[in-house]
């Protein structure tokens, strides 16, 4: 079934919508929410809430990739339980080392935060991100979207983690030096 | 801001990307194929620049910085600095000492990574330097020692020709559009050779300040000209 029957299905209120995003979308949003929980379970709950907020959400929304939408929605509600079980501690596990390496972007302070236009920033992002080479922005948006691990980058790209590692710190003091560059107080 | 609003911030990057990023596998490029691409694009850059310059759209879009020993630099109006060469090697990254970058970058700020090339895991296998980045105080610095090109900023549209001391200087300066609170930054950016170095710098400000932004990277080229080649045996002879 292509995206446009599945996203229709929702618009008619039909459950098959559910079970037909599911069978095409439950891996991949069960790797985004495993990515960034460690446990199975915890990770197998965010992706049923995915289904459930799709289903709140179409109509109004009509999603023209059904896929990314869904995706921001199992990354959303994964990072959300993280904070949740996290509050006040220091988490392990790989979400706690990508926002880790997150920090190194911002001053990890209150102070600035509503002082930045998100929309503005957004777009900084974008124009990063298009000015990269093609595989660079592919890493990064790997590690710091889908939250994937070095070594799961390293193999799709046919890199060594070091390769991976290195490439990724330079793409964080690029990103931080475009953001500065163009006024953003992180 | 705090790590996990960036986070989510970065939730809402362009869908394409994402999309992209799990879209098939990479596929390798021979060598000839990339860096043919780039002297291609190079050559049309070349090309559309003299093209355009000849037509004298830019000429009134220019902005000079004269030095104390009379030479000026000419910074031509671009609409963009942008562009990226990848960097398709595996490297390792070291932070030169206060040692290092004294010998190399005689009496100024420099702090800056070299960069290596790793040899192919045989034993006795040595590394290439590739060059150092770093910053000269506010100015970004990239400097490629190999032809292997670090330069991260393709430079895009229009440049302007300078020379000091017999040395050519490619600059041009872009202006980023008014953010929410109405300002605007300012870019200068040069290019230039110092023997078989490739040197890359950038200095970027408020727009309102754009004279001092301008300046600071003057004195940081005629500087860096002054000094000429910068001493790699000796860097590279001190256990590098």
């Not at chain 1, 339980?81 to 302070?109: C, F, H, P, Q």
């Not at chain 2, 010998?103 to 045989?122: K, R, Y």
């Not at chain 2, 980023?176 to 109405?182: A, E, I, L, P, V």
């Amino acid at each position: 079934m292509d995206d446009a029957q599945i996203v229709q299905l929702y618009w008619d209120r039909n459950e098959q919508a559910i079970s037909a995003t599911s069978g095409k979308y439950g891996n991949y949003c069960a790797s985004i929410a495993r990515n960034i929980l460690d446990s199975r379970e915890d990770a197998e709950e965010c992706v049923n809430d995915t289904y459930m907020s799709a289903w709140n959400s179409m109509p109004p929304h009509r999603p023209s990739n059904l896929a990314a939408f869904l995706g921001k929605i199992t990354r959303n509600l994964s990072i959300n339980r993280y904070r949740y079980k996290n509050a006040g501690k220091r988490g392990g596990g790989n979400a706690t080392v990508v926002l880790d390496e997150i920090a190194e972007l911002v001053s990890d302070t209150d102070d600035v935060e509503q002082a930045v236009d998100r929309r503005e920033l957004i777009r900084a992002i974008d124009l990063f991100l298009d000015r990269l080479p093609a595989d660079q922005r592919r890493i990064f948006v790997c590690r710091y979207w889908y939250f994937d691990r070095v070594s799961a980058i390293a193999s799709r790209f046919g890199m060594t983690e070091n390769h991976v590692s290195v490439t990724l710190n330079r793409l964080r003091l690029k990103l931080h030096h475009h953001l500065t560059e163009r006024g953003f107080e992180l | 801001m705090k790590k996990e609003a960036f986070c989510e911030i970065l939730g809402d990057i362009d869908e394409r990307y994402v999309r992209e990023a799990r879209a098939g596998h990479r596929i390798t490029k021979p060598a000839w194929r990339k860096w043919g691409a780039v002297a291609a694009c190079l050559a049309a850059v070349a090309v559309l620049g003299t093209v355009l310059l000849q037509s004298g759209i830019f000429s009134q879009n220019t902005d000079v910085a004269a030095l104390d020993n009379g030479d000026k630099i000419v910074f031509a109006k671009s609409d963009t600095v942008g562009g990226s060469l990848s960097l398709d090697a595996d490297v390792t990254i070291t932070p030169l000492t206060e040692e290092e970058a004294a010998v190399l970058f005689p009496a100024l700020p420099v702090t800056a990574d070299a960069i290596f090339q790793n040899g192919d895991g045989d034993a006795g296998a040595s590394r290439e330097l590739l060059g150092f980045e770093g910053q000269i105080g506010n100015v970004k610095l990239t400097i490629s020692t190999s032809d292997v090109q670090l330069l991260d900023t393709e430079l895009v549209g229009a440049e302007e020709t300078s020379e000091i001391n017999g040395t050519a200087i490619t600059a041009g300066y872009s202006v980023t559009d008014k953010n929410s609170k109405g300002e605007q930054n300012a870019i200068y950016y040069a290019s230039f050779a110092l023997g078989a170095c490739r040197v890359y710098v950038e200095n970027a400000g408020a727009k309102e300040n754009s004279e001092a932004t301008k300046e600071e990277l003057a004195e940081v080229i005629q500087k860096l000209i002054e000094n000429g080649e910068p001493d790699l045996p000796a860097f590279l002879e001190g256990g590098n």
